[in-house]
């Protein structure tokens, strides 16, 4: 079936640095992947849809200069958080939708968590 | 902007089924239903989704009423690894800018 690997599962970085999160799709080809962001004990809120080959489109409310989403090829997009502040500690989550294997639809991958100090 | 309605919280007995409700009454004729969970600290996993039939997989099972107004995923037999958060989706959009809204899910808690 689909995979989508997220890498780092884990990271920690200091006040000011910036993090790159890696999305990929495995066995398959994504056109579209998308940008979650999830604080404790809430939902998933969608930051941006990831079109490869084009820019990015941002939710409302999202900077797009402080999350910048790179999609150069059909299996990779990248969120790097720049000048990170411990109100950007969260659980970063991208998906892929996947139209090759069943079931299709949207696959996610198993989070970044992210901790500024 | 999410376009469905859960109980907050919901408990279940193990090996009992487990009937988790969603509200979608502004669906639209040609939106999916997709139902996802999620285990603390992981991302979502698939479950199930649908358009208009009811749908059946080695996961659940999903009812959706004639009208398309609302629809219950069915885990026929809970085990205490069905613990976690359950979201209902109608997805937003269609083709490839289609995505998925997440509202706030039913905190499922599969009890011995």
């Known amino acids: 079936g689909a995979v989508v690997s997220q890498h780092p599962s884990w990271v920690i970085c200091k006040s000011g640095t910036s993090v790159k999160i890696e999305c990929r799709s495995l066995?398959?080809?994504?056109?579209?992947m998308f940008w979650y962001r999830q604080f404790p004990k809430q939902s998933l809120m969608l930051m941006a849809t990831?079109?490869?080959?084009?820019?990015?489109?941002?939710e409302q409310g999202v900077e797009k200069d402080k999350f910048l989403i790179n999609h150069a090829s059909l299996t990779l997009s990248t969120l790097t958080v720049t000048s990170a502040h411990p109100e950007d500690s969260s659980f970063y989550i991208c998906?892929?939708?996947?139209?090759?294997?069943?079931?299709?639809?949207?696959?996610f991958g198993s989070g970044t968590r992210l901790t500024v100090v | 902007d999410a376009k469905t309605t859960q109980p907050t919280s919901m408990d279940c007995a193990e090996g009992r089924a487990a009937n988790l409700p969603c509200n979608h009454s502004?669906?639209?004729?040609?939106?999916?239903v997709y139902w996802y969970r999620q285990i603390h600290s992981q991302g979502p996993q698939y479950i199930i989704h649908?358009?208009?039939n009811n749908e059946t997989n080695e996961m659940a099972s999903l009812i959706i009423t004639e009208d398309r107004k609302s629809s219950t995923l069915i885990l026929p037999h809970a085990t205490l690894r069905d613990t976690a958060v359950y979201y209902c989706?109608?997805?937003f959009g269609s083709g490839n800018t289609g995505k998925l809204i997440f509202g706030q899910g039913t905190t499922l808690q599969v009890k011995p």
């Open positions: 998906s892929a939708r996947n139209e090759r294997f069943p079931p299709y639809g949207y696959t």
């Open positions: 066995d398959f080809q994504a056109t579209t």
């Open positions: 990831s079109n490869e080959g084009s820019k990015a489109t941002y």
């Open positions: 502004t669906i639209s004729g040609n939106e999916y």
């Open positions: 649908g358009l208009k």
């Open positions: 989706i109608v997805r």
